[in-house]
């Protein structure tokens, strides 16, 4: 049984130029709690990493996040974009499967659609996080 009920609100930028557009720390704050609102959400937490560093695993906010959700304290992480919590299909995948999952952890990508407390968001996961992994390859490849 969980303690909470808590949603997580996770939010970061890879660049210092990302933070400056659409995917800017604020317009990415202001849609989750846009989507909270609509859901009736009101017991939510922001995890913010606002350091650009696009592949690093080990960012405060996400650690500070991961051990909420294994100690029950999270129930549901909400993020704008499946990229926002690892541009790595391989990285994504195993957070959501071997952390989220097991701890009855519900994940939310807003752009893409997806929920995995529904069984097509558990299937689209996949999907989607090789297409993730996709463009990150093509950005890389273009600013080399």
């Known amino acids: 049984m969980k303690n909470f009920e808590r ?9 210092d130029a990302q933070n400056e557009g659409v995917n800017s720390l604020e317009n990415q704050k202001q849609r989750l709690m846009q989507f909270c ?50 541009s790595y299909q391989k ?6 499967t071997e952390v989220f ?3 009855g952890c519900s994940f939310v990508s807003l752009n893409e659609g997806l929920d995995t407390s529904t069984a097509f968001g558990k299937a689209m996961v996949g999907m989607v996080s090789a297409f993730a992994e996709l463009e990150r390859e093509n950005i890389e490849a273009h600013t080399i």
């Open 37 to 86: 609102e609509l859901q009736g959400i009101t017991d939510y937490e922001f995890y913010i990493d606002s350091d650009p560093s696009e592949s690093d695993t080990d960012r405060p906010e996400m650690t500070r996040m991961i051990n909420d959700v294994m100690s029950g304290k999270i129930v549901r992480v909400v993020v704008n974009k499946l990229d926002r919590i690892h």
């Open 101 to 103: 999952k097991p701890c």
């Open 91 to 96: 990285s994504a995948i195993s957070l959501l």
């Open 7 to 15: 949603t997580a609100l996770y939010i970061r930028i890879t660049s």
